[in-house]
């Protein structure tokens, strides 16, 4: 059996909600921030807005509801990809519960990802259905997770004919 590889990863969050005060008292600041990386631009950051965040910008938990989005979505076209099933369209629609603890804490206590995809052919569809499981077994951020992640696909085939696999 091959070694097991490891990727690291670095991020940078920048807190910018300082409003000359600092945090002298829970109101006299934003919540505002930027995550950034080596690479793609800064994410706008902020908390939720139930948490005095800013509604415009993202917020952790939509961060790991996307993360958890994006990773499926990679690992399933992966799949497919491997397997002959040609998807031309992906679309997403994911729900996730945090529930807060009397302690001012919270978790997250489960997540439901909604891909809608379409296919080339209808002798696809039901590949396509079944691939979501290879693709939540493969995914890094769904195996890394605490919580249950479910998958509630739609696949449709799409209209005006089949279009062949690339060789290769």
């Not at 070694?3 to 990863?9: F, G, M, V």
């Not at 997540?111 to 499981?133: C, D, G, Q």
């Not at 998958?151 to 696999?165: K, N």
Request: a negative charge; one cysteine or more; aromatic letters at 6%.
């Amino acid at each position: 059996m091959p070694s097991a590889r490891q990727h690291t990863y670095e991020t940078e969050v920048v807190w910018t909600g300082n409003l000359g005060t600092g945090t002298d008292s829970y109101r006299s600041y934003r919540r505002t921030h930027e995550v950034g990386a080596d690479g793609p631009a800064p994410i706008a950051g902020s908390s939720d807005p139930h948490f005095r965040g800013d509604a415009d910008r993202w917020n952790p938990e939509q961060l790991l509801l996307a993360a958890l989005s994006q990773c499926h979505m990679l690992s399933y076209l992966h799949a497919c990809a491997v397997n002959g099933v040609v998807v031309t369209a992906y679309t997403d629609r994911a729900a996730g519960t945090m529930t807060e603890t009397g302690d001012g804490g919270g978790r997250f206590t489960g997540v439901v990802l909604r891909p809608r995809v379409e296919v080339a052919e209808p002798s696809m569809a039901e590949k396509a259905v079944a691939l979501h499981e290879d693709a939540h077994r493969l995914c890094f951020i769904a195996s890394s997770v605490n919580f249950p992640v479910g998958h509630e696909p739609e696949v449709t085939v799409r209209p005006g004919g089949p279009v062949r696999p690339a060789e290769g």
